[in-house]
Each structure stands twice: as structure tokens, then as C-alpha cells.
């Protein structure tokens, strides 16, 4: 089994994604979970290209790490310069991190066009670089920028520059396919050339793909298969334009699939954790279709496949979704029986008989005629469980609740809410207003229910979805709404179904709340990870 | 060149994605957009599942397609029966569609643990059921289940099952990766065997993969390589757990990058739109990342990147996005350009100078800013654009709006809307119930307008959507409303962005019906198939 070696760059390239942005101090917990999931390499970005880096750097250097050394990132010295009294570098030479990647130009028309100097300076540059920080006592990973486009364009060039960094004293030469138009097949090819042209040396060869063609993940594989032992990446494949090669797929596919090893299995178990972990820090929905790790990835929801599958799990399960971490979702929809309901019941521990599942089936069947959608709503199918089961406590008691949305003369819109509700033997009158008519009602029934549930504080909305189902039928369709609410821990689902916009929101701004104070709920989770580390 | 054919299954796998959900109308839509784009086989689904697929099959009949045949979907026939009396299969045969695609087992474990036949039986369902379709005059697609599997597992079954299909006379055998767990390699070295296998036979190879390990392009694209000329997935890689193999992305990868014929080149750039088209009618945002079409696939971030973008758009762009209709900017949108602009008012017949365009230009750009986006409200763009050409006529002046909903004690909830209103030098006060917000403003301004304009009496809304932009915000987030209304002849489309979902709601109706009003308005059906129909 040939070890691979795992290179991380969520840090460095994948905060060039849109709306990527972290603190120093996140960024520092992102190293913590890349180290605990067994990354070997955590490149951190440029040492002081702003005080935010420079206080990740002096924040990391305080760190003990279990597996990850990190790697600081720069780039070549600059033209007709020396190494040694290039700025840039000497900030490299003198950072705390044992290992610096620079980067540098591989292909003759960025040389020519964008760096401006003549082909032989760039080798000098190359060579240069490597070698003044492997002399300051670096171990030096040598980023060969374009290259693929570099070795299509001219492969002898290509050749000189990656050889330049070899044999200059650079432990790993990276193939970089940096605009990521690359196919499989040219990166197998451009590889396996380049790997020969540096057997002379003694260095390993290492893959940097991106998406862009949406082969990230096959180019990577491509890159090992022909050769390279050290795959870089990004965490959910974060990174500019489409995004880098995405290590949570690459890394599962090199080990379970193709024999490599990667990570030790009981780390690799941590691996949709540690997805969630990351998405959840940088505020971003968790793509529910990601592969492996995807809430959806091993989700059965046609008749016949749920059937097959609990016929034979492996007729239709590429792989045992527990080795990273994942598990078998069984989607609750108009056609899963008494079963699914049963597993998920003992899931969320509730105590619910044969008789009582059954109740549920019928239930969610009419429901879902009716247009409710439980595969997004778990909070709202808990609820339905508890009811059944007799383990559900109610929140309160509706009298009435009113909303008036109104535009004045002078052009303004005012929204305001009012409920009256029963708790606890009191009666409780709230008038709120908001930004909209479901948010006016959520600050008047917080107004009344918090003061009995003071727990409630720590809960919100954070994401609220529209659908109107059978859309022909104009403004008189039925509407449906999501809601997700969380406690900073867990989140969870809640649906209202209604004619009416503001009835269907009511609906699942009810459910939501409830599932919030139900004794012994358990969201453990499944859908994001507990934040205790935080 | 070899020409593949495009075979789109977004209509019946695509359908079972999580919250995939589209009316027979709405899927008649998408298959005019596949058939403009210039996609050859679109499966619709199996003719008689339920009333829905029904009313499809019913519609579809009707229609004339420039580029694509419809295909239906089923199964081989039952175990134990005789083929002409399977009913599902004599389903297939009555059913208008010139194509029809049969799946069946190719995995000796299905066949004995699910299936639960003998192999030999297995056999015989496929050649019998292929032969009967065959024998009643349809072109037939035997689509081989999970074929990888089998073929890895028992590599002499999978070949005589294939065999069978293309010796019953089936045009194409699509080796179909069922649960998604192979690695390019494996889709290479399986179709190449079995394309041998079925050389013999003058049957077309074809390529069905899924995405559960990242590799459904990668996958699509080997299969190709390895000698299948039909690629068979969905747009945008719609389809359960981690999706299907995505054509958006592996059409122009076949075409631009390795020189098979797929489309015209005039219909691949209109491959963005159609791609976010579709997204729009799903209710779905379209992924920003996705390769090729995604508003960041050609988005410079970075200082250096963007800097030499200036200098040589080749060095960093991997090809030309304007070949899929795509554009370089950060902002992506049909109308972001001045000949957009003209264009579009000539086309509707508004006479706008260059300066009017401009200020258009400038206007969109503001407004999508906000959150509009008018790629689906054509008719609100329509009066954009007369705004600035001085030909606009508008409806009323408003003096106030105001909407009430209310649950009662009784649990009864009932709407209620009040408008005030100045038209032709009139005042207006009414009030009108409806079912919900929307459906109430609608009839209260109706009862006010319709008098002065007796026109409007024949236009009424069909489609109503609304979409949260930037979800993470909870309630306070932007609410984007897109209705469609229509005269029973032409279907036009308008837009309402606010923080309060009943004020989005009030711009989109006042635009719905503003635009009904408008002389010499022109909607000439590009939104899709007039109503007349239905």
C-alpha cells in the first residue's frame, strides 16, 4: 500500500473562494480538526501579507500538532533579484514553519507575458528560491504554477522548470493544473512524463487540481495512479471559481477505493464530522448532495430501492457509509413503510410501538398528499413521532393570532403581529413588529413564550425556505415552508403547509419552537457536529 | 468527430432528487428547453405511474421537437410471465413515444437476492421484453443496471447480458452505473470489454453514471473514451444521493476539450441560460460554483489572477466562456450588456435610443445588486425598458395598501386585503378577500382596475415563486417573488424584491398587471409553449 501524503490549502486557496472569511483564531481551530482528522500538511498562507496571517502565524507557532506540520506559502524571488535578499523570502526563511511552498512559473506564456522576464531567468529564479531555503534549513515543496498547460505548450520547458526545484533541493515537486482545464487523461499523461523526468532526483511528486471542468477529484486520482504521492486540496473543495480539488471525496476514494493509504481508519471515520465542522464555521450550508459525507450521499428514498436495500445493503450501497462517519438514510416520503419509521423512532429515542408506528405511516401519508415533506423537516417528524408516542409536551395554547402588513401613503411598509396564547394558566397578549410578517410573528410568540422557557433564548431561525407546490395554479396554490431553527449546537427542521403564506409560516414557526423544549430531544448531530469543541 | 448523442434524464432520475417536484406543464417546459438546446433523447418517464406522468405522456404527445425524440421508461417484464402479457410492458408499447428504455438486472447479486430468479431467467426477461418492444415498432434502449458491479463481480454474465439486449434487437445498450461507486479507471476498463462484447451486434453503446464518488463527469467521460457514443444524465446533475452525471458540465467538456460533436456551437452558448432556467423552475439557486455556467466559473478574485487576466485572458482562463454563454465578470447576466439591451427593446417593439439602453444598463446593474434578477421577468424588464423610452403607461397612483391575517379563536384563518387607489383622476377604496396575502391584493386590485380596463378581466396568475436569497439570514433575509400571469395566449413573467415578502409580492402584481396593460405589448411565447392548450 503506498502512503500518501495528505496536503491541505482550505486555508491559503480556499479562502479565495467568494464570501470566504475567517479569523485568525477560526483558522486556527480549522488546523486543530485538519490535525485530529490526520492531515500531514496544513499550508497556512504567506507569513505577513496582512495582520490577520501574521497573527494565524504567531498564534500557530504556540501549537502542538499531532500529525500536521504547517507550511507557510509564498513565491519565487523576484526578477534580476538575489534570493537572499528577496523580502518575501527572507520572511519565509525566518517564519517558525518547518516546511515553505513556493510558487513559480512553469509555462513559457505566463513567463513571457505576465512575469515578463526570458525563460533561463525563471529557472534561475526557481532554482534559487528552492535553494536559499533549503539552506535556511527549510524542507521546501516547490508549486509548479500552470503546468499542465506549461507541459502541453512546451513539455521540454516544463521538464527544466520542475527539474530546477528538484534538483535545487525541493523535497516535493507539485503538478499544478491552476485554471483547472485539464482532463484525466492530459494530467495522467503530463504526469507520469514529469515523474520521469524527475526520477534523477530524489523528490516526490505531488498533484494540485481545481474543478473547473468538474474532474477535480478524477484529476487528483489521475495525478496518483501516474505517479504522485502527496495530493493537494481543499475541505468541500472550497476555493476560487469552481472550487479546488476536494479532498473529503479524493481522500475516501484514494483509501477505500483504490488502496492507498491515506489516513488511519478510526480518522477517517471522523471525516463527515469534520466536513460539517468546517462548513458550519464558515457559515455555509452543508451540500446535502456531497458525495460521502452528504446528508443525501447514502439517502434511499423509491420504493423499490428501499425495499432492495434492506433486502441486501450492498446491492445498493457503493460502501459502508460508517467507515467515514456517514450512515444509511432511510428519506420519509409517501412510500416508506412501518420499518423506516420504527428505526427512526429508536434514533431519536423515542419509545414507539408497532401500533404507534403505524398511526405515524398513515399520518405522514395524508400529510404528504396534502403537500408536508418530512425529508427536510426531522424537528417536524419528531413532533409527529412524540405526539404518538405521548412523549410530546406542548408549548402553548392558540387563542388567536393576527398580522397586518401595510403600506402607507408616504410610501413606508409596516409590519406588526399580535398572538394571544395560553401557557402555564396565563394568558399571554404580544404585538411585535418586523422586517416581515413571518419575522413579526416569530418576535411575538419569543415575546410570550420565553419567559416560561427562558432556554428558548439561545434558539433561532437560520434559514427559511418557500415553495409553492403545484405552481400553475397562481396565488391560490398551497404553499409550503421550511424553516431551520438551531441552538448554536444543533439544527433542525420544521415544515407548515397552507393555501395561505402566512398560515403555512405560522405552522412551522410553531413546530420549531416546540421541538426547541421537548424533554430529551435528540439532536445529535446528524447534521452538523456538536460545537464542544468551540 | 464522432457525434455523441445526448440523452437527458432529468425528467424521470432527475426527478428523484430530494424536493425534485414539477407539474406535467412545468416538465413539458423543460422539454422544450432540452429540444431547443438541441438534446436527442429525453426519457420522460414511465407513461402510467400516476395521474401526473399521465397527463404528461398526454401533453407531450402533441407536441412537434425540433432536435429530440421522447423516450419512455420501464422495466423488463416480470419474472415467470410472457413478455405481450406483461402489462407495464404493453404500457410502453401503446404509448406514443418512438423510443422506449427498458432497465433490467445485470448483476448476477440482484438477480438472486432481489430479483430472485434463476440467471438464466434473467436472460430471457431481457431478450424477451427487448424483442416484444421491438416487434411493435419501438426503438429501444436497454439500460444495463448496476453493469459495473456485475461486470467486476462476474464478467461473463454482465457480457450475455448485454448481449441479449443487443441481439433482441435493442438500439443502444447504456452501461449504467447504478449506485455510483466506480472510479474512472473501472468505467474505462468495463466499457471497453464490453463494447467488445458487443461488437458483434450493430448495436450503440451508451453511459449512464452517477456521482457518489465525485467522478460522474470524469466517469461519463471515460465511458466515452472507452467507445460509448450515447451519455445519458441529467442538467445540472439533478438525481438522488449525490446526483447523476451532469450534461451541463459534460457536454462542453466533450465538445471543447475533446472534440466529439455534441450540439451546434449556436445552441452550446445558450447552455448557461438553459442550465439556470431550469434551476429557476426547480425553485433551486443555481450553484455558483458549478463548472462552465456558474456566476464564479470565470470570476477573477485575487489581485495577481485578475492583474493577469488583463494582460493575457488565456493565461488564466481555460477557455472561452462566451462558447457556453457564459460571461468573464463577476455579475452574470443576459442583460448586463447595452446590445443586450437593444436588442431585447426591439425585439418588443419599444423604441429606445442608445442613451435610454444605457441608463437600462445602469439600472439592471443597481437593481440585481438588490436582488432582482430578470432572466424569468421578462415583463417587468419590458417595462424597464419603456420607463426609459417614454412608453409606458402606467395603471394607478397608489395612496396605501394593507393586507390582515388573522387565525381566529375558532381556528379559522381568513385574509384580507384593503387598497387605496387614484386612477384616471378617480379614487379607488377596495377591499377583497383571498386565500392568502397575495391572492387578496390581487382581487382587491383587480375589483379597482378592471373597470377602466376591461382587458384585464382575461389575465389572471398561473405561476407564483418565491425564493429566500441569502438563506442563512432566517426571516430578516431578502424574499425574491417571480409571478408569472398570462391571457391565455402569452405567459409573461415579473419581479418583486424586498425585505417583507407581502411587499415583494405588491411590486410583482403591480407589474403583472401593468404589463397587461401596455399597448402594443409584445409576448411572443419564450418562455415556453402558450396555454392555449391546456
Known sequence: MTAIQLYDTTLRDGMQGEGMSLSAEEKLRVAHRLDALGIHLIEAGFPTS????????????????????????????????RADEDAALRVLADCFAPVVTIVGKTWGLHV?????????????????????????????????????????????????????????????????????????????????DLAAALATADVRVGIHCHDDVGCGVANSL???EAGATQVQGTMNGYGERCGN??????IPNLQLKLGYECLPHDRLATLTETAHYLDELLN?????????????????????????????????????????????????????????????????????DEDGARRVVERVKALEHGGYQYEAADGSFELLL????????????????????????DGKVETEATIKIWANGERYLRTAEGNGPVHALDNALRAAVEESHPELKGTGLV????????????????????????????????????ENVIEASWDALVDSLEYAIQAGRTRVGKRGPARSAT
Chains 1, 2 share one sequence.
Open 284 to 352: 455555509r450550508t452543508p451540500n446535502p448532495d456531497q458525495p460521502y459525507v452528504g446528508k443525501n450521499a447514502f439517502a434511499h428514498g423509491g420504493g423499490m430501492h428501499a425495499d432492495g436495500v434492506l433486502k441486501e445493503a450492498a446491492s445498493f450501497e457503493h460502501m459502508d457509509p460508517l467507515l467515514v462517519g456517514n450512515h444509511r438514510e432511510m428519506l420519509i416520503s409517501e412510500l416508506s413503510g412501518k420499518g423506516t419509521v420504527l428505526a427512526r423512532a429508536e434514533e431519536s429515542g423515542v419509545a414507539l
Open 222 to 224: 489521475a495525478g496518483i
Open 245 to 250: 480539488a476536494n479532498l473529503v471525496t479524493i
Open 463 to 498: 434559514n427559511f425556505k418557500v415553495r409553492i407546490l403545484d405552481e400553475t395554479k397562481g396565488t391560490e396554490a398551497v404553499t409550503r415552508v421550511l424553516l431551520d431553527a438551531s441552538d448554536g449546537h444543533d439544527v433542525w427542521g420544521s415544515i407548515g403547509v397552507s
Open 386 to 409: 412524540r405526539k404518538e408516542s405521548g412523549e410530546y409536551e406542548s408549548l402553548f395554547q392558540l387563542e388567536s393570532w393576527r398580522v397586518i402588513v401595510e403600506q402607507r401613503a
Open 50 to 81: 496582512n495582520p490577520k496571517e501574521l497573527e494565524l502565524f504567531t498564534l500557530l507557532e504556540r501549537e502542538t500538532f499531532l500529525t500536521a506540520d504547517v507550511a507557510a506559502f509564498g513565491m519565487t524571488r523576484r526578477a534580476g533579484t
Open 112 to 192: 513571457e507575458k505576465v512575469l515578463r522576464v526570458d525563460r533561463d531567468e525563471n529557472l534561475r529564479m526557481i532554482a534559487e528560491s528552492v535553494a536559499f531555503l533549503v539552506a535556511q534549513g527549510k524542507r521546501v515543496i516547490y508549486d509548479a504554477e500552470h503546468c499542465f498547460d506549461g507541459w502541453r505548450d512546451d513539455a521540454a520547458y516544463a521538464r527544466r522548470c520542475v527539474l530546477a526545484a528538484a534538483e535545487a533541493g525541493a523535497e516535493t515537486v507539485a503538478l499544478c493544473d491552476t485554471n483547472g482545464g485539464s482532463l484525466p487523461g492530459q494530467i495522467a499523461e503530463g504526469t507520469r
